[in-house]
């Protein structure tokens, strides 16, 4: 628990430099996510890895991508201060 905490705090806070860190490092997940899932599918172990995926990761990846985005906003704000309307 405590490093998923440390993994979604370090994608929202590296949203501070204009959001690149965090798109590289949702890229770099997406990617990993992806070479696991050819890997395991290219041994015939598509089907378990992603029951594995989805029991173990589910709420993992969901807390990720909506840290990610919430570094996107923090970069908006960093790059377009006061654009707001209310």
Excluded: R
């Excluded at 598509?46 to 594995?52: A, M, N, R």
């Excluded at 173990?56 to 707001?84: D, R």
């Amino acid at each position: 628990m405590i490093n998923n905490i440390k993994v979604a705090f370090l994608f929202f806070v590296s949203g501070i430099f204009c959001g690149i860190p965090t798109m590289y490092k949702l890229a770099e997940t997406g990617a990993m996510v992806g070479v696991f899932d050819e890997l395991f599918s290219s041994h015939g172990y598509g089907i378990q890895f992603w029951l594995v995926v989805f029991v173990h990761g589910m709420l993992e990846i969901t807390a990720i991508i909506i840290a990610g985005m919430a570094g996107f906003v923090l970069g908006k704000s960093f790059l377009f201060p006061g654009t707001k309307k209310e």
